[in-house]
């Protein structure tokens, strides 16, 4: 079929040219979105993607960060996602890759039926991504209010914290750097709350769901600093 030939080609394009295919990638998911009944969210995610793409997807795997969010989502750990890739790489990219992450986090959990609070995809995401989940209501929570800028701003600043931490090359350093990134999420989440209150948002936006998924994403983070220090390239 016609969309099976196109993950050919989206394959073959990201295993020639990963920054390329990455991006055309990214493309579709909004091109997804805007299908599924979230046009403005597919707008708000193709704004922020464009510069990106251009300044840190082009060249390299590094645009895979994009997408962490969102398969650590499927574990329920997507937190877990800015403070990886801080550990990962240097502070611009990290920070602002997270904010994107979050975003498609957010929007693929509203397109698997869940709420885009929780950014944590179904598995019939993966299995079945062709079929209709009736978004478009979990969607324009992205838009509701303030509340999702709140928390994408929170993923950007726990990524650049654990990155600039992380600078050190040192597992006390990287320690630190998990445990203020966790303290930047739950802010966030409490601010998403706050202004989904004043909203009215039809969702909560902070809830013991999310609390345990940062909780828990702290704790996979320090076994990664436990597994080895981070590594910083020298020009850092």
Known sequence: TAAVAA???????AAVAPGLGLGVATLLFAVGLAWQGGPLAAAALLALAAPLWWLF????????????????????????????????????????????????AMGASAVSGRQA????????LVTDPWAQAGAALALEQLVASWAPA??????????????LCCRRASRPFALLGVALGACALMGAYAAAGAAGDAGNALVTWMSDPLLRGVAVSSI??????????PVRAEEE
């Open 7 to 13: 993950a050919g080609v989206l394959a073959v394009a």
């Open 57 to 104: 997807g082009r060249r390299g795997g590094a645009w895979l960060a994009v997408y962490a969010g969102a398969g650590l989502g499927l574990a329920g750990v997507a937190p877990a996602a800015p403070l990886l890739a801080g550990f990962l790489l240097a502070p611009a990219p990290a920070a602002a890759l997270s904010a994107l992450s979050a975003l498609v």
């Open 117 to 124: 609070v929780l950014a944590a995809p179904s598995v019939g």
């Open 150 to 163: 709140a928390v994408t701003l929170g993923w950007a600043t726990a990524a650049a914290l654990m990155s």
């Open 220 to 229: 996979l983070m320090v076994l990664v600093v436990a597994a080895g220090p």
